[in-house]
Nanobody, 120 residues
Framework: QVQLVESGGGLVQAGGSLRLSCAASGSISSINLMGWYRQAPGKQRELVARIISGSTNYADSVKGRFTLSRDNAKNTVYLQMNSLKPEDTAVYYC???????????????WGQGTLVTVSS
């Protein structure tokens, strides 16, 4: 019904930058939250950044380096990642909370993930 497609991952050296994007398709009446999570091998999935109730929150580990933004006209959310570190290596997942038609149910939707690898 609603799908999220992530892109922009890849291989980058420490200190470099990447810009992830997450584009939504489907019948969305409103977006309550937009967020990015990541999961490194053998570790739990963790929240990276999220926009909810008009406020943007970042994990302490990425604050000052990552920036979450959105383009409502394109139904797209972005994660600009600067000063990347090897510990940022993970699969990054887009997560939206949306209200969908025609029943106007609230759903939590996940993207398939995009791999970010930061070499030292």
């Amino acid at each position: 019904q609603v799908q999220l497609v992530e892109s922009g991952g890849g291989l980058v050296q420490a200190g470099g930058s990447l810009r992830l994007s997450c584009a939504a398709s489907g019948s969305i009446s409103s977006i309550n939250l937009m967020g990015w999570y990541r999961q490194a091998p053998g570790k739990q999935r963790e929240l990276v950044a999220r926009i909810i109730s008009g406020s943007t929150n970042y994990a302490d580990s990425v604050k000052g380096r990552f920036t979450l933004s959105r383009d409502n006209a394109k139904n797209t959310v972005y994660l600009q990642m600067n000063s990347l570190k090897p510990e940022d290596t993970a699969v990054y997942y887009c997560n939206w909370g949306v209200v969908v038609g025609p029943t106007y149910r609230y759903l939590e939707v996940w993207g398939q993930g995009t791999l970010v690898t930061v070499s030292s």
